[in-house]
């Protein structure tokens, strides 16, 4: 269902799977980049620390899925996919999926969960009550 | 060549050629990508062993040109272009050709789309004809087809402007009006709101009249110099000015209500030394409803924000203040990936679009994709030789 992860983005999704949701910092001008890249857009340095985050942010858009031909999601109609901009730095986006507990708003803060199948973690997102 | 103006009206559409647009074609992608090639220089009365340029855009699920090139007897073909990519790409090749023929590279290119978009290599299916280590952050949440993308921007649109359902509606229901006036089109019977609210919701924010259709179909178009052109056929539609940018993408881009149109049409504007408001008519890239309403924003129709209502209104349909989709767009008249839009501007253009022709058309915008998913866009403006 999932991918190949790649050579640039292989720790994240490693990371992923001991349950810590993570980016690069760059080494040179201290920004977060998401999603993993050889190189920071900010400043195009390479050397670069992958830093565990937050696992908050809010949502910023988001889809409901009533009919998909996908072998992997056919049968888990209707679900809600999301856009999350981060807590940990402006612009920093993701997807995911909601938790189905959770009624999609805009701007709802949103907190990370993580979901084991099979082999692979994938995160998933609930309403923040903090 | 020291200023990009001297380009302005310098290259033509001389020929424009269309397949029929099928569910099943029932041919290979060759055999459209041939048929329509043949179309456009029948169209212009040119010869084939004339044609020395050549290029096409696909996502490995067409004809490659040396494959028509060697399908035609074409000896002569120096300038060729194929390039690996989807619905940002036709106006940006239509400005490559009219480089090349300004620039006495080449003398007659033509420029072609063919897939069997339904019954081939399908873009809203269980895979993604153009894989990409992207989709790594996409596919484990359901973020599988361009609906998904468009979804997203269409909805975060909705959120920061009070966009509605019945707003794009009003895209659908337009472009069918004009697709009922369309031979070609695929989709000719009458859809109202109602039909278009009552449909099932695919991906919501899109019910199923937001979506393109799926087509098996090819289409060309002839570029020339305007000089040569006027030797031929038909009457010269000149490619006054185009624009392509490489922006951000639906990750990294800070607001998804604004499109990288919006980047684009002032470079646009300014190399064909017009605006907005002197566009006649306007074929706006229609992968689904929402990509309509944001265009018209951001090549400066309306306000932005102001596109459901602007929709709404009916400015955009046949008889309104700025026609969009005259032919039915790709969600009535079917999708060939952006260069059937060139066709019916170059038909409107010409005078010849019959029962939905608007009066006096001399200036046409043709956009591209505009910018979801990759960031990538581009765009054309055409005018009377």
Known sequence: ?130 | MTDVRALRGAAAVAGIGWTPFRKASGVSPLALAVRAVRAALDDAGLDPAEVDGLGTHHLGDTAQVHEVAKALGLDGVGWFSEEYGGGNRFPALLGDAALAVASGVARHVVLYRALNGRSGVRMGGATRPMPGPDLQWQQPYGVLTPAHNYGFAARAHMQAYGTTSAQLGAVAVAQRCAAVLNERAMMRTPLTLDDYLEAPEIVDPFRLYDYCLETDAGCAVLVTTTERARDLRRRPVTIEGWAAQLGRDDLTKPDLTTSTAATIAPRLYALAGRGPDDVDVAELYDAFTFTVLVQVEDYGFCAKGEGGPFVESGATALGGRIPVNTHGGFLSEGYVHGINHVCEAVSQLRGDAGARQVPGAETALVSAQPGYLTGGTSAVLLGVG
């Open chain 1, 1 to 130: 269902m999932i991918p190949h992860a790649d050579a640039d983005s292989r720790a994240f999704w490693d990371r992923l799977e001991r349950h810590e949701l993570c980016a690069q910092r760059c080494d040179d001008c201290g920004l977060l980049r998401f999603p993993a890249a050889p190189l920071c857009p900010w400043c195009r340095g390479e050397q670069a620390d992958w830093e565990a985050l937050s696992g908050r942010g809010v949502l910023r858009s988001w889809t409901v899925t009533h009919r998909v031909a996908h072998p992997g999601f056919a049968d888990r109609v209707p679900y809600v996919s999301v856009l999350v901009e981060l807590a940990d730095q402006p612009g920093l986006l993701l997807y995911g999926l909601l938790d189905p507990r959770t009624e999609p708003a805009g701007q709802l803060p949103v907190r990370v969960e993580f979901v084991d199948e099979g082999d692979r973690t994938t995160v998933r997102w609930r309403k923040d009550v903090r």
